[in-house]
């Protein structure tokens, strides 16, 4: 079945340590985007990406960097400069455009800084 | 980017109707409104969508007002498994999801 994979489920990263959140689809979606949740918060977006190669910054970029090498991946690094990192990361793919392309989900990589 | 407002929590008693309301009054006239839901710490799941019409399938109904400004998204017999945080979303440009701060919907026995 197509969907949308990440890894780990669980991360835990030290204080001043760069690490990557995996994010893989077989869906053959063009687009995709990384999302950071905090504790009883909705959802704001990092990174997105339209197709390989090209990626822009969402709302809350800094302290994050991405690539899409690949239509299938696209990894997120947290850095050593994001001041607050713990929090609960999702992926998301859809196909680009307007109307009606659906968007699947991830189920999510929670990050704890210790 | 259309913006959309959403009452921050609800109550529902278990077997009655949920009526979830949704502003979205600069949206354009090519997008979508999608409705989706998240139980905690999981990710979000698709429950419908809509652009002019309503639109009903088996899990909820959505009502758009015509001057599409706003919708509502009706699920006809909650149950305590439907408690979760549902989000009220405008496809925009660049096909970039904006999440609005959602309603956390209570379903009570």
């Known amino acids: 079945d197509g969907g949308i994979t990440q890894s780990p489920k669980y991360l835990f990263r030290k204080e001043g340590q760069n690490v990557t959140l995996s994010c893989e689809q077989n869906l053959n979606h063009d687009a995709m985007y990384w999302y950071r949740q905090d504790p009883g918060q909705g959802l704001r977006l990092i990174y997105y990406s339209q197709i390989v190669n090209d990626f822009q910054k969402g709302d809350i970029a800094e302290g994050y960097s991405v690539s899409r090498e690949k239509k299938e991946s696209f990894p997120l690094t947290v850095t050593s400069a994001q001041k607050n990192p713990t929090a609960f990361y999702l992926c998301a793919s859809t196909r680009p455009g307007t109307g009606f392309y659906g968007y699947t989900f991830g189920s999510g990589t929670r990050l704890t800084v210790v | 980017d259309a913006k959309t407002t959403q009452p921050p929590s609800m109550d529902c008693a278990e077997g009655r109707a949920a009526n979830l309301p949704c502003n979205h009054s600069?949206?354009?006239?090519?997008?979508?409104v999608y409705w989706y839901r998240q139980i905690h710490s999981q990710g979000p799941q698709y429950i419908i969508h809509g652009l002019k019409n309503n639109e009903t399938n088996e899990m909820a109904s959505l009502i758009i007002t015509e001057d599409r400004k706003s919708s509502t998204l009706i699920l006809p017999h909650a149950t305590l498994r439907d408690t979760a945080v549902y989000y009220c979303?405008?496809?925009?440009?660049?096909?970039?999801?904006?999440f609005g701060t959602g309603t956390r919907l209570q379903v009570t026995l």
């Open positions: 979303i405008v496809r925009g440009t660049a096909s970039k999801l904006t």
């Open positions: 600069t949206i354009s006239g090519n997008e979508y």
